[in-house]
């Protein structure tokens, strides 16, 4: 275990270097905040039914999808891994005594914390100082803020376990790009990052739900906003459980069956 | 010109040579931005209209925008990987070779792929205009194609000076995505809805509003005022190439090798 949490911290570290990426990947996230937000706001201002989100819910959403984008997304991908796969290069890594999911697993994890580690304060700080309707607030009480944290947490587990499922996958298609592109979309679209779950119409909430993706985003951030409960929140932290255990043996397996037909790419 | 065509045939062997690879790719292409229109769909059945644009409104300037993307990436890409060239020292290459600078950086890359995000935006285009009862006449037409032309213009102009800052710096250069990316996802609502200075800024410093939205207007009728002005406004929106023609050429003068 060791062995792992050395990985973790030197990745870690090696994360928090890149300041001037993550200044510029702050700017960006803000615009991309503010459009949402006003986007949404005309769309509300439309209607006068109420929706299934209040519009203030949804921006505390939006402010959260944007600083805490790196642990959420599925497309935040390590070119290095792939290399090793396609180049063959993952020979040394099998001479490793250490397993090798666990070794991509540690690595995958401290990347996506150390980018969010740099971006999430400045945006949520800046978010929290903004006039009134773009105001990011706090949750209402403690104990929804505890539960925003555990379901963030288990939401993270969760999203670098499928991604270790989409690294896997190369080992069969050598080609990662256009099916990382498309599972990436169809992930992201189905964590409610494209259109918030709340807004979906009802058949397609059903499918949603019962996949893992909004798990981790989707749950977190609207059990911050106070738009998910404490009996849905801790029921909800069941089926993250469930969740991480079924995609750790899934991986596990699959990539014990793809290491023992693994074709070491020459040259 | 004729090198140009070179450029691009050699180019589309090459690409299709990895034949799997660039079809899966185009597919790809195909249903990113395929995705953020269902999510625009889903959100006109639950809302009626945004500022006052219903959905096959607002489709129709979502598919303009993304044509003008679809093809200034497939042609520009060269400007847009041009940091890396910097970085390796590539670019004194191109300086001693006698042709122009401009062209055998377009030249440098073509992204076939693109073809599909094209043609999605094609489909939304169709889809809008099937549903739309537009009074189609001549000016109409010649307006809609100037809308595409100057949107493919002006996101080539943006590609170079984003090329032209790495002559600079090459760090945090993806804030220029800013402008690209998220040009293109603003401008795919109607710039009404957006606060005073975001309309202001996409019109008339980046002016991605001369694309769709101004001209649309007129298309639409929206409009109540003088016809010919909105018809015209999509080449206003083109004279943006001229600056970023200037950026670039005073950019190279001051380039400094890496020289490795």
Known sequence: MSAYISLFKMRLMQGLQYQVAAFAGVLTQFFWGFMYIMIYQAFYQSTTNVQPISLHQLIVVVWLQQSFLALIMLWFRDNEIISLILKGDIAYELCRPADLYGFWYSRLIAQRLSSALLRFVPILLVASLLPYPYRFSLPDNVITFLLFLITLFLGLIIVVAISMLIYISMFYTLSGVGSLLIFGVLGEFLSGLIIPVPLMPHSLKIIVYLLPFRYCSDLPFRIYAGNIGYHEAILSIFAQIFWIILLFLIGKLWIKKALKRVVIQGG | ?260
């Open chain 2, 1 to 260: 010109m004729k090198l140009y065509f070179k450029y691009l045939s050699i180019l589309l062997r090459s690409q299709m040579q990895y034949r799997t690879s660039f079809i899966l790719l185009s597919i790809g292409q195909f249903f990113v931005p395929f995705s953020i229109f269902i999510s625009m769909y889903l959100l006109f059945q639950r809302f009626d209209h945004i500022g006052g644009w219903n959905l096959y409104e607002v489709a129709l300037c979502y598919a303009i925008i993304h044509i003008g993307f679809s093809v200034s990436e497939c042609f520009a890409r060269g400007f847009d990987a041009f940091p890396s060239y910097v970085v390796k020292g590539e670019f004194d290459r191109i300086l001693v070779r006698p042709r122009s600078t401009v062209l055998q950086v377009l030249g440098a890359r073509f992204e076939f792929s693109r073809i599909g995000r094209f043609s999605q935006s094609i489909i939304v285009m169709i889809y809008a205009l099937i549903n739309l009862s537009i009074e189609w006449d001549f000016i109409k037409i010649i307006t809609l194609l100037f809308m595409i032309l100057s949107g493919v213009i002006i996101f080539t102009g943006v590609y170079m000076l984003g090329a032209t800052l790495s002559f600079w710096t090459i760090q945090g250069i993806e804030a220029i995505n800013i402008v690209t990316d998220g040009g293109r996802e603003m401008s795919q609502y109607p710039l009404t809805i957006y606060k005073d200075w975001v309309k202001k800024f996409f019109t008339f410093i980046i002016p991605f509003g001369t694309v769709n939205y101004l001209p649309l207007m007129y298309i639409l009728d929206k409009t109540n005022g003088n016809d010919y002005f909105y018809m015209v406004i999509p080449l206003f929106g083109m004279l943006f190439i001229i600056p970023s023609l200037m950026i670039w050429k005073f950019g190279v003068k001051h380039y400094k090798s890496t020289g490795s």
